[in-house]
């Protein structure tokens, strides 16, 4: 009785097939190539640098609308020197879209280094 206890359990615990390691693929395997994780990082941080370049461009544009407003003021208040008053409030309010328009750039610009 033992000996037919001790004979099933060896045979059970056998494999009944031979492992699928040793078998050769018939065709040929293709993996995926992929980057690793550091030079996707870098790539990334890349990325935010030449978007926030770009968004800063805005800046340079802010500059020459201030420039160009002022310089349109001093022109006009010579040409009419009556109209002073109302020349300085259209000066004030281009000065104010111009550079609002340059602080938007440079709020989007912080937004893609920082906030992404």
Do not use: H, W
């Not at 492992?19 to 996707?40: C, H, I, N």
């Not at 407003?69 to 409030?89: T, W």
């Not at 309010?93 to 709020?107: T, V």
């Amino acid at each position: 009785m033992l000996a037919g206890r001790l004979c099933t359990r060896v045979a059970v615990a056998r494999p009944l097939i031979q492992p699928l390691a040793s078998v050769q693929p018939v065709f040929a395997v293709r993996t995926f190539q992929t980057t690793p994780k550091v030079m996707d990082e870098s790539l990334e941080q890349a990325a935010k640098f030449i978007g926030a370049g770009c968004a800063t461009v805005g800046v340079a544009g802010s500059g020459a609308g201030i420039g160009t407003v002022f310089g349109s003021l001093v022109e006009g208040y010579a040409r009419n020197p009556s109209l002073k008053n109302q020349l300085f409030s259209y000066c004030v309010l281009g000065f104010a879209l111009s550079e609002a328009m340059g602080l938007f750039c440079l709020m989007i610009a912080f937004m893609i280094l920082f906030a992404l």
